[in-house]
């Protein structure tokens, strides 16, 4: 599959899992460590790769959604997306992802707003990257 992209996200990381990762505007800047639940040091004010996915996750989810409510005009009043980002050892060695998504909508229907959550999901970039190769539920609640 050939994409033609409109847009492009510059970052550098040093260190590893015990670093550093800045974009290259300087926007987002934080200090990394593993944390103790997988060995590392855990350190405190630090964030890991699976914080920063899942808050781009849940902020892509929530922009595809918006996007085919529009196109679907069935329009919530609120939206918000709550990404979990696990991560753990695969059978086959290595380690992999796991992610839950719970998305609160507001102002629809239980069945209008599955029929939302799932167009959003058809088209975001974080699902299409993933779908297949990662384990992902998502929960959709209404408010």
Do not use: W
């Amino acid at each position: 599959m050939t994409i033609n992209a409109l847009y492009t996200a510059y970052a550098t990381a040093t260190g590893g899992r015990n670093g550093h990762t800045q974009s290259d505007d300087g926007i987002v800047s934080v200090d990394l460590s593993i944390p103790k639940a997988l060995g590392g040091p855990g350190k405190p004010g630090t964030t890991t790769p699976e914080d920063l996915f899942a808050a781009g996750y849940a902020a892509c989810l929530g922009s595809a959604c918006e996007f085919m409510s529009r196109q679907l005009r069935l329009i919530p009043s609120s939206l918000e997306v709550k990404a979990a980002v696990g991560i753990g050892q695969i059978p086959s060695g290595g380690f992999g992802l796991t992610v839950n998504l719970t998305v609160i909508v507001g102002g629809l229907s239980q069945a209008d707003a599955e029929k939302v959550v799932a167009a959003g999901h058809s088209i975001c970039p974080y699902s299409n990257a993933i779908r297949n190769n990662v384990e992902t539920s998502i929960h959709v609640k209404t408010v």
